[in-house]
């Protein structure tokens, strides 16, 4: 499905979707309408669906938010609402999408893509990929990014990016936990398709049971974590689709 007003492409059927940012001319740089839309194809996830894919078209996976037509708003709750609350929204559906959502990252990930591409569950990089946070330089501490980058890299390794302001490569984002594997920039669909065909080959309640168990369990005790662990087991061992 495309949609023509908005270049965000929902591909695939079936257990796989794919959503391709193709925006190549702004470097994939996403408006908040288009932040919303994300968030909508993300929260409209079907029964059905293993996996979900998210990448870039063009060299670069998204070179953070696209300030074009930002709505003029007079005080902070007005800041909060247009401006702020899309963007939480996003993360949000990442985080409650109930399958695994994979990035495929090549190129520039940059403030708001950076923090996209950690947001999501698993995250395969390019060898050219280059992270950074660079909303410092502006006096914009990037609490949003942080919001959603927090729970999925070390605490000094996030603090290191946001307060250097340095833009850090594809081997450094893997020894910092950003990304989960690095490619060759060659062979990063050849990859990812290995990658996403290993997962599909899965169950559905395998995928979401994995997916749920690391959403849950950092925020649970000991004893709560292991109840956890045990329950979604059981669920999905007793399961119809194994």
């Not at 979900?52 to 670069?60: C, M, S």
Request: aromatic residues 4%.
């Amino acid at each position: 499905m495309t949609d023509a007003r908005f270049p965000i492409r929902i591909e695939g059927s079936g257990d796989l979707v794919s959503i391709l940012i193709d925006r190549s001319e702004r470097g994939n740089m996403l408006t908040l309408p288009l932040i919303s839309m994300l968030a909508a194809h993300l929260r409209a996830i079907s029964a059905e669906v293993k996996l979900v894919h998210l990448r870039g078209a063009g060299p670069d996976f998204c070179r953070g938010r696209d300030p074009l037509g930002n709505p003029q708003v007079k005080n902070a709750a007005q800041l909060r609402e247009t401006l702020i609350e899309p963007i939480l929204d996003l993360y949000d559906a990442l985080s409650a999408c109930p399958v695994p959502v994979v990035a495929s990252v090549r190129g520039i990930a940059r403030g708001f893509g950076a923090a996209l591409a950690i947001a999501c569950d698993v995250t395969l990089a390019s060898d050219t990929a280059r992270f950074s946070l660079p909303e410092m330089e502006r006096d914009l501490p990037p609490t949003l990014a942080m919001s959603a980058a927090m729970r999925k890299i070390p605490p000094k390794a996030l603090a290191h990016l946001v307060y250097s302001l340095n833009e850090i490569d594809a081997p450094t984002a893997l020894s910092w936990g950003l990304v989960g594997a690095v490619v060759p920039d060659a062979s990063l669909e050849s990859e990812s398709d290995r990658l996403l065909a290993t997962m599909q080959a899965r169950s559905r309640s395998a995928l979401v049971a994995v997916k749920e168990y690391q959403r849950a369990a950092p925020e649970l005790g000991p004893r709560a974590a292991r109840d956890s662990a045990a329950n979604l087991l059981a669920t999905v061992l007793s399961s119809a689709d194994r």
